[in-house]
């Protein structure tokens, strides 16, 4: 069965520093991951996906992943983050087959301290 | 992309009784889902519902307890029947494009989500 694992609750950063957000993840054939943010008091919002190619993907509010094989690891990454990204990121694996279900993680909570 | 509304926005139920959650998408969709997250937890989803055919539920959830309706391509209702406490949680729609092989490839968008607090 599909999954992914988000083996850390909470990320704490400060402010301009690097930030990762790590996802493992455990599929039969081909990965089809993606990564969402949930802000408090609202719905989820597509950050980005990788489904093939460039094994690292560019997505919204500077944000980018880096597929990577043999560790079967999709971690999100930030060059510099900002008090604004401090919320709940959730990493999500196709459930499989000709559907797109999702299967996602436990969510990790981001704190940017300023 | 896709706008997606949701009504209510929250409500305190009580116990015994139902709860209807509207789902407007503001563009035709093959697919819609329905989610729960429950307080602190991911989401998880309760079942699949798309257009002209019956919904399709995940295991442990059932039709008695969450009837679904998909009238047509921009609109469904997940309806929680005979609450309990332990239903507390925020509901969520979403939405998917494209169908069969190629809708894996594509991003889900969400509604805000419906806070259900059952007393």
């Known amino acids: 069965a599909q999954s992914v694992a988000q083996p850390e609750d909470q990320v704490n950063v400060a402010e301009g520093n690097p930030l990762t957000v790590k996802c493992t993840y455990s599929?039969?054939?081909?990965?089809?991951l993606f990564w969402y943010v949930q802000y408090p008091n609202r719905g989820l919002q597509f950050l980005l996906k990788?489904?093939?190619?460039?094994?690292l993907v560019k997505g919204s509010y500077g944000f980018e992943a880096e597929f990577n094989k043999s560790q079967t690891s999709f971690h999100l990454k930030k060059p510099s983050a900002l008090v604004s990204d401090s919320a709940l990121y959730f990493c999500a694996v196709v459930q499989g087959g000709a559907t797109n279900k999702l299967i996602f993680g436990t969510g990790t909570l981001l704190a940017v301290q300023p | 992309s896709a706008v997606i509304s949701q009504k209510p926005s929250r409500d305190i139920c009580q116990r015994g009784t139902s709860l209807t959650i509207q789902c407007q998408v503001d563009s035709q969709v093959t697919m819609m889902f329905w989610y729960r997250q429950q307080p602190g937890q991911s989401l998880t989803l309760i079942a699949t519902?798309?257009?002209?055919?019956?919904?399709?539920?995940e295991s442990g959830f059932v039709i008695d307890k969450f009837p679904i309706s998909r009238p047509n391509l921009t609109f469904s209702t997940l309806t929680v029947s005979n609450l309990s406490p332990e239903d507390s949680s925020i509901y969520l729609c979403?939405?998917?494009?494209?169908?069969?092989?190629?809708?894996?490839?594509?991003?889900?968008?969400f509604g805000p989500g419906t806070r259900l607090t059952v007393l």
């Open positions: 599929v039969s054939g081909n990965p089809y």
């Open positions: 519902a798309n257009q002209g055919s019956e919904a399709t539920y």
């Open positions: 990788y489904i093939t190619g460039d094994n």
């Open positions: 979403s939405v998917g494009k494209g169908q069969g092989a190629s809708s894996s490839y594509n991003e889900q968008f």
